[in-house]
């Protein structure tokens, strides 16, 4: 009973094995083979235009070399507070964007508020240099709260990108996850809404270590593969990455394995409803799930073989946790089992 | 009959078993799993002493990250001039270590020469502002020649490091290459020489991607956990990386490849030597071989098929290219066949 | 009437006096004077022991080489949440940090409170390398907010800063306002409390510009002369600085100076408080006070010759001001005269 | 006898007596003043053309900021072996650009060789990621060795500039210097030549601590606002430099010390010249003079009360100093009196 994370996951069968197929023989390194060259084509079908894609080796260096592109002087990127940017990547993205600093805009359930928004960017008016300067928006989808982003959410937070000139960024590590939540295509949760640059994770959905930073917005990669080289993010067997994708994209396994992984979530989340000893935090339909359980229970489920992290309530949810209370985080992947969803749920009682 | 990298090639069958073995199952992410301190220990047991070791996945990472973990303001670093950190890294070792400075040292056969390097140590006085301040040597063993330092060539340097109270950096993206090559332990070759970080390279000799941070001297890995992590190198799924050396120290395979791809360059640099149409720059030990040939021959080498790159002669070796000759790198690998280097061999007539 | 800033003025005559004295003749550069030494050893004595002494020209500078000086890779250090280093610098000490962070820390009239600093350490826990390390405690004397930390707020915070082993900044801008409204002396309001660091600033004061970054624990300051001249802070007629200091030192110039700022707003304060129309928001000893007056006051002021910012509440004391209602920043300085405070206070009605 | 710097000299007394003239009353800050914008059109004025002028403390600011404002990840820029640049400001170049590279340039008498320049930037293709990418040139008019740069030979640069796509910026810490010893205008020097960015230096030539940046290729310094903010550059009272300027440029102030400064040197030539125990490594039009003596001689004029430098021999010269020999190098300013030159001249013999 695992749900620590996705990343305790290993690789998807058919990803172990794409891998194997291609390690015989020799192809040009450095992105250069003909493998990488097809799987960058298929990022132009997945999402339906031509895209400037750059594989790297983790979410974190996806997310910090897209700021690195788009960086400005005193810049100032804005995100949700429980943004993976900013709460768990140790700087990493100031350190690209030469100290850029990222602004923590609340709201519920891990979604920026657009209100909080608009009045965080005017706390940095145009020309102003002793305030820094407006540089990029980030949104995660789906969101560290296992929520996601309607397209009208993200067409407000988009709304006000373009207003304020600035380019909007999406931490897609739980890309997958989201579209299959909201049966979107990748164009209809991305491009169409004004979506400018994509972090897209495969690692946490069946891949071993297989992450790409897709340029929508192909005039922000001009300086890409220099910044991605210069940050030693540059694989020399680098198809040992589009040998993951290649699987990941077969037959639509990305969407097979996020639509099971959802599912399981939903089956937790079905049977905490049921109990009587826990309650959900919030709906979340990606694949992280939320309960609040008494303390007790939560030490009794561990001893019991649950693996699970409790979760610091997040400021706009403190208050739904009572004294003696705790909240969970169970995260599904692909690799979770039926068995040990139902394991758990009847060890809630 | 492809010459041109020792990173064309795929993964060793074994490295290729070893991450699908390692597949399924859960285990804890960023490194705390079995399989990581496992392979931590093998990497004790393969340096003979207590070290503490970063997984990263790309050499250039783990050059950048050791200059990162030892640098000063204004520093300066000294390597060859022919040196990869140098030559073929964007420029990442001076962006992770905050815009300092490297200085290339000349030399013949891509090994750093002592009075030069003491000479342009000696362009930097103590404490003199203006100039910046000595903060690193670093060697490449084996070199981008495909020649080795000797013990007493690294202790030479390692002396003049010591003097300087500058910390000693090898770059071993080919460190297998060099170790069999010399018949040495690693710690032969490092730490009883006065090497205090290694970046320990498995990619270019039979994994995917699997490159080492190795501190000897342990207090200048205090703060490498961070830095690591902020360069966004710290892999979630880290044990993809530990399998591969898990199966890469397994019974010494990884002596057995490094053996190979000397052996292969070994006969290459016999065939030259019996061929009256190419004659060798130099003679190095390690799996890369300098042939010197007339244009014609080179193209007509490229026409049947051979694939491997023209070199730029290096300065100390510009005088050894005739008019109308070209020099070539053919660098073998654990994949190089036998037959491809007779086929090659017979071409040169 | 001009409340504007503290450095609207320009420079006191004896400051003006000293720079024409020094201007003939030649002296060595880069700091190697005697008027240099002479200064060095004047800040000696006003701290009452053996400082590291760097002199620099703007208080950005200061703060943000005390930074570097102090600097962690994923590094997080913790400021009140109007501090001029996170308000006012437009990222400068995070690039000058290599991308460390600035946590704002709440507390009301611009200073910390030690247990919302308490809780905002306690989110970057040892060793977790997601979240980043704590890295410094940097405090504002005086503050923003023309308050001062008493001994025991500043003795409160250096507690938590050595509880955590974490090095304590103070941004001294206002150094010479904060020492006379408490009638300290420099280590009684510094190293006695635990400081390490101090932004020791001139400018505000009476100087053109001058600043020292002042090391009470000197092991702090080993790389700092190469942090200084990395920066480009490094000035070759440094002296020019040093005359400043010489004349701001000579015969307690610089207290006498503050003392005057300080008298013109506890005179402003009396007026106000002798007013129907305007009430303080808050009691400042230092040379700042933030007025509460309707806008058609506000307007009226501005249009019959005073010079001010409206002021944005912070988040602590925006319940002071009512509908219809705005804050003002009133600054004095060496210059301001009676003459124009009164005149001001006239006004108020 | 000084001729050690021109930065030994304090400031001309028409700059200290309008920074006197200056420093009562009030002013807005951070630029805003009157005085700042008129200054800012003589810059206008001086150039023949609308500039975009930054006023910074130091020449190494300037250079940084100017490197940095065109700065590219991987970038690298080419200049002078011996250039400021690259050989005494302790890599801030380096850091204010990220960790982009400086390349040094071969020439003799302190003046890149074209051809030289060329096979440098050949070293970096286009597009390819592993060596870096061309980033700026950047020459010193005056050289480090005294000389100037024709404006054939500063076109020939610029041609190569532009066939390459680099921005052309010129280190002018001694450019007053260079324009009265070509009798050239500041557009005829720059802009009509093709030189998009000039360190503009008034502190050796007469001025306490006054440098601007100036951009002729406005587009350029878009961003230059946030970056010498972000760099602790922008002084608060600002108007201090202003009013350096202010009368650095009254009536031709800055051309005659320039004159002065050259004609001492020329008058050191001369007299070496005349000397039977000195010769001149080179002719050197701007206002230094590099002699070789006998290591006996400069032993002797030093005890005799000269101050001086010995210079290490550029690479170029080294065959010009004997055995027993040494060069000097002797510096004067607008401070320099012809009584002082001649003593000098006298102890030559």
């Not at 140790?90 to 805009?105: D, I, N, T």
Request: glycine share 8%; charged share 15%.
């Amino acid at each position: 009973m695992i749900f620590t994370s996705d990343n305790w996951a290993g690789a998807h069968p058919a990803v172990a094995a794409s891998l194997t197929a291609h390690s015989s023989g020799f192809a040009p390194a450095y992105g250069a083979s003909d493998l990488d060259r097809k799987v960058e084509k298929t990022f132009n079908e997945v999402f339906g235009q031509e895209v400037a894609v750059f594989f790297v080796g983790t979410g974190t260096a996806a997310n910090s070399l897209a700021l690195s592109a788009i960086n400005l002087p005193g810049g100032v990127s804005f995100c949700h507070r429980e943004a993976h940017v900013i709460a768990d990547e140790c700087g990493a993205p100031e350190f690209f964007s030469h100290g850029s600093r990222l602004v923590p805009v609340d709201g519920p359930e891990g979604k920026m508020d657009p209100a909080a928004l608009e009045a965080e960017i005017a706390r940095f008016p145009a020309g102003f240099v002793h305030a820094g300067q407006p540089m990029a928006i980030t949104l995660t989808q789906a969101t560290e709260a296992g929520t996601v982003y309607t397209p009208d959410e993200i067409r407000a937070i988009s709304r006000i990108a373009k207003a304020h000139g600035l380019p909007l960024h999406m931490d897609g590590a739980r890309f997958a996850n989201a579209l299959v939540a909201l049966d979107l295509t990748p164009a209809q949760m991305t491009s169409e809404l004004g979506v400018d640059i994509v972090s897209f994770g495969g690692t946490k959905n069946g891949c071993w270590c297989a992450e790409a930073l897709v340029f929508l917005n192909t005039d922000m990669a001009r300086q890409a593969p220099f910044i991605r080289k210069r940050a030693a993010h540059l694989f020399s067997k680098s198809r040992f990455i589009a040998a993951q994708f290649d699987a990941y994209f077969e037959n639509g396994l990305w969407l097979e394995t996020a639509r099971h992984a959802n599912a399981m979530s939903a089956r937790l989340q079905a049977g905490i409803g049921n109990s009587d000893n826990a309650r959900l935090a919030w709906q979340s339909p990606a694949n992280e799930t939320f309960p609040i359980v008494s303390k007790a229970l939560a030490a009794d489920l561990a001893k019991k073989g649950a693996m699970f992290y409790e979760w610091s309530a997040p400021r706009s949810a403190a208050h739904l946790v009572g004294p003696g209370e705790t909240m969970l985080r169970l995260v599904t992947s692909f690799a979770t089992t039926q068995d040990h969803v139902d394991q758990f749920v009847d060890l809630l009682g």
